[in-house]
C-alpha cells in the first residue's frame, strides 16, 4: 500500500463554519461558464403557478432555463453573465412564494407536511358534508316543510358550513389571495371565489327568507377539490420518492483523512473535490473519486449493469454508489455530491419528470387562456342576467354556477402529474426519461435497442448447472462464500443455504477468500488464486488443501417475460435488436433465448 501523504490534500483548510443558508451565491454551481442555482419554492400548486414563476424568472438578463418542478417545489435555473442570485430570488418572493435554498430533506419534509394539512382539510370537509347533507334533505324534498323548521335548518346549516369552509378552504383561500397580491391568477382565484360567493348568497337568502340556499354546495365543493388535491400530492410525493431512490444509493457520511492525518466522520455534502476519503470494505463510495491507495474488488452495477466485480487499479474513477467490497480504499474525490455522475442521473430524471412535453405546453396554454375567461364568462352572466330583468341574488347565482362548473384544476394538472407518475413508475422499473416528450414519442418508433444485463435479464448472477464434483464441494466451498460480499460467493451461500463459516478467514484483494476448514486450508476465488486455468465463463474456483480445485460456473438468468415482450414487440412490427459490451457467446445465447434473430 502507497504512504499517503501528510499534506492537506486539497492545500486548503476546512471552512471556518457553516454557509449561511439566507445567502444564495453560496449555493450557485458553475459547469462549463454556465451558473446554476436549485431553489425551493414554497406555495407553488398548480400549472398556473408553474408557467407564472418560469415565465418571471427567464425574463431575468441572462438566463437560459428556468424550470420548476412541481412533485419536489425545486426550482433550477440556469443563467451566464452577471446576474446577481439573490435577484432570482427577489423576483419569486414578488410573486407571493416563499423560497429558500433547495435541500432535499427539507424538501420531502415540506412535501409530508403540506399532505398532512391536505389531509386535515379533507377530513373537515368530510365531515362538514355528511352533516349539512343530513340536515339538507328535508330541504330538497320537504316541499310542505314548515317554514320554521326550514329556517332552523338552514341556521344549523350555515351553523357548520361557516367554520368548515373557514379550516378546509385555507389551502385554496391562502394560495389565491397570493396570487392577487402578486396581481396574477390561478386556478386557485375562481374556486376561491365560487366558494365565499355560495356561501354569501346563501346567508342572504336565509336571513331575507329567499327559496334556496347552498350552504351544502360550499362545502362538498371543497371536499371533492381536496380529494383531488390529497390524491395530486400523494402521487407526486411517490414519484418524488422514486427519483430519491438514487439518493439512498450514496452513501451519506464517510470518513475524511484530515490534513493531520486523523480519521473523521464527514457528511457526503461536506466533501470538497481532493479530499481524502477512507472507504471501507462492504461500504458505497459518497463521491466520484479516484484510486490513490489500496486494492479491492468493486461493484459497479449501478453505474454499468454488470454483475461481476471489478478488481480496483490506481488512478481508476469509480463513481457514487459503487461498493467497495474486499478491503479497505483511499480515494480522492474528484467532485463534490452534488456534482457527482448520481446526481447528474438525478437531475437527468428529474428533468425528464419536468420538461414539458407537448401536451403540456398545449394544457398550460390552454389554462393561460381559460382562467381569464371563465372569470370574464362569469361577470358577462351576471351582468346579462341582471340586464335583462333578474334580481342581483338570481344573477349572482347564476356566476357561482359559472365558476364552480368551469373548474379548471384538471385542465393544468392532468398532463403534468401523468407524466410525473409515468416517469416516477418507469424508473422504479429501471426506466429513465431524459425528455418530456419521450412518451409521446414512443409512438412512433420502429425500432427497439435492448440492453442485455439488467433488462432481458434478471442482472443476478446463479449457480449454473453443476457438475457433480461441484455439488460434492458445494457444502465447503459456502463455508467460505458466507464470509464474503462477493456476488458470486452471496449466489452459492444462497444455493447451499444455512450452514457453518470457516475458521479463520480474511480475504485478498481482488482474489478471493482463504480460511480453514477441518484443519486444511481452504480457497475461493479466481483462477489464478487456486493455481487453476481460467475458462471463458464466469466462473469461482475453490480449492481444498490436497485436493485438485473445481470451478463453479454462473449465469444470468433470462427474465421469465423477455421471450414473451420480444415477441410482443416483433408483433407490433417493431425491429428489436439486443446490444451489450459482454462477452459475444454469452449475448448470442441469450439472443437466442429471448427469440431476437442475430
Not at 340536515?135 to 344549523?156: A, H, N, Y
Not at 329567499?210 to 371533492?224: K, P, W
Not at 377539490?225 to 464517510?254: F, H, K, M, P
Not at 463521491?287 to 491507495?293: G, Q
Amino acid at each position: 500500500m502507497t504512504a499517503l501523504s501528510s499534506a492537506c490534500p486539497s492545500g486548503l483548510s476546512p471552512p471556518a463554519g457553516p454557509t449561511p443558508a439566507h445567502d444564495p451565491s453560496a449555493f450557485v454551481t458553475q459547469k462549463n461558464g454556465v451558473k446554476s442555482l436549485d431553489l425551493l419554492v414554497k406555495g407553488a400548486s398548480c400549472g398556473g403557478c408553474l408557467s407564472k414563476i418560469e415565465a418571471a424568472v427567464t425574463k431575468l438578463s441572462g438566463v437560459s432555463q428556468a424550470r420548476l418542478n412541481l412533485s419536489t417545489g425545486r426550482l433550477r435555473v440556469e443563467w451566464s453573465g452577471s446576474l446577481k442570485p439573490r435577484a432570482i430570488v427577489e423576483t419569486v418572493a414578488r410573486l407571493g412564494y416563499g423560497v429558500t435554498a433547495f435541500d432535499p430533506g427539507e424538501a420531502d419534509v415540506q412535501g409530508a407536511r403540506n399532505e398532512r394539512s391536505l389531509m386535515t382539510s379533507l377530513v373537515v370537509a368530510g365531515v362538514g358534508t355528511a352533516a349539512i347533507m343530513f340536515m339538507s334533505e328535508p330541504l330538497w324534498f320537504g316541499s310542505d316543510l314548515p317554514v320554521e323548521i326550514r329556517d332552523i335548518l338552514r341556521w344549523l346549516s350555515a351553523a357548520v358550513a361557516l367554520p368548515v369552509v373557514f379550516v378546509a378552504g385555507q389551502p385554496f383561500f391562502t394560495s389565491a389571495i397570493a396570487s392577487i397580491h402578486a396581481r396574477r391568477l390561478n386556478m386557485d382565484v375562481p374556486v376561491s371565489l365560487a366558494v365565499v360567493l355560495a356561501l354569501v348568497l346563501s346567508f342572504h337568502e336565509t336571513i331575507t327568507g329567499g327559496q334556496h340556499a347552498f350552504f351544502d354546495a360550499s362545502v362538498m365543493l371543497l371536499f371533492f377539490l381536496l380529494i383531488g388535491r390529497v390524491l395530486d400530492a400523494r402521487l407526486r410525493r411517490r414519484a418524488y420518492a422514486a427519483a430519491n431512490q438514487l439518493a439512498s444509493l450514496q452513501a451519506a457520511t464517510s470518513t475524511r483523512i484530515a490534513c493531520d492525518g486523523r480519521a473523521e466522520a464527514i457528511r457526503a455534502v461536506d466533501i470538497r473535490p481532493r479530499d481524502t476519503l477512507l472507504i471501507a470494505a462492504g461500504e458505497r463510495l459518497p463521491v466520484d473519486a479516484e484510486v490513490v491507495s489500496g486494492a479491492s474488488d468493486a461493484d459497479l452495477r449501478l453505474v454499468t449493469g454488470e454483475v461481476e466485480p471489478v478488481a480496483t487499479r490506481l488512478g481508476q474513477v469509480l463513481h457514487a454508489g459503487a461498493v467497495n467490497l474486499s478491503a479497505p480504499l483511499h480515494v480522492r474525490a474528484i467532485a463534490a455530491a452534488n456534482d457527482s455522475l448520481m446526481a447528474d442521473i438525478a437531475r437527468l430524471l428529474e428533468a425528464g419528470e419536468q420538461k414539458k412535453s407537448t401536451y403540456r405546453r398545449l394544457a398550460d396554454k390552454a389554462a393561460e387562456f381559460y382562467i381569464p375567461q371563465v372569470h370574464l364568462t362569469a361577470a358577462l352572466g351576471f351582468a346579462v342576467w341582471l340586464a335583462f330583468g333578474a334580481t342581483a341574488a338570481q344573477a349572482a347565482f347564476v356566476a357561482v354556477t359559472v365558476l364552480i362548473i368551469t373548474c379548471p384544476c384538471a385542465l393544468a394538472l392532468a398532463a403534468p402529474l401523468v407524466q410525473v407518475v409515468a416517469a416516477g413508475r418507469l424508473f422504479r422499473e429501471g426506466v429513465y426519461l431524459s425528455s418530456g416528450d419521450a412518451l409521446e414519442r414512443l409512438a412512433v418508433v420502429d425500432y427497439v435497442i435492448l440492453d442485455k444485463t439488467g433488462t432481458l435479464t434478471l442482472g443476478d448472477p446463479v449457480p449454473a448447472a453443476l457438475s457433480q464434483e461441484a455439488r460434492d464441494y458445494l457444502p465447503l466451498a459456502a463455508a467460505l462464500a458466507r464470509a464474503s460480499r462477493h456476488p458470486f460467493s452471496r449466489a452459492i451461500a444462497k444455493l447451499a443455504g444455512p450452514g457453518p463459516v470457516a475458521t479463520g478467514v480474511r480475504e485478498v484483494a481482488g482474489k478471493g477468500v482463504i480460511g480453514t476448514i477441518d484443519g486444511r486450508t481452504a480457497r475461493l476465488g479466481s483462477a489464478s488464486f487456486v493455481d487453476a486455468k481460467p475458462g471463458m465463463a464466469s466462473e469461482l474456483w475453490f480449492a481444498f488443501e490436497g485436493e485438485q480445485p473445481v470451478t463453479f460456473q454462473f449465469e444470468d438468468v433470462l427474465r421469465p417475460d423477455a421471450a414473451e415482450t420480444v415477441a410482443t414487440l416483433r408483433a407490433m412490427g417493431l425491429e428489436v435488436e439486443l446490444l451489450s459490451g459482454d462477452r459475444p457467446e454469452r449475448v448470442g445465447n441469450a439472443a437466442a433465448a429471448a427469440g431476437i434473430q442475430a
